[in-house]
């Protein structure tokens, strides 16, 4: 996976979900304005401190963790 520079997880923002680089704005945001059919260049318009390549990080990240399989830890 390529190196993402724009998302950070601070304990201290918004509980430690990811989040885009000193902003308290969530993957979980952005993916959600994607889904409910806002486009990649509308996103700006609703969150002028987001980038258009704040976005497509989000989703880079969203898709990778996707793919991610958590195994229970043996007891």
């Not at 430690?16 to 409910?36: D, E, Q, Y």
Request: glycine content about 4%; some cysteine.
């Amino acid at each position: 996976m390529q190196k993402l520079t724009r998302i950070t997880m601070d304990p201290q923002v918004m509980g430690c979900k990811p989040c885009i680089s000193n902003m308290r704005v969530t993957v979980g945001t952005l993916v959600g304005l994607m889904a409910s059919r806002k486009s990649i260049d509308e996103v700006p318009a609703a969150y002028p401190c987001i980038e258009r390549q704040d976005v497509l990080e989000a989703l880079t990240y969203a898709a990778w963790r996707a793919q991610v399989k958590e195994l229970p830890l043996a007891s």
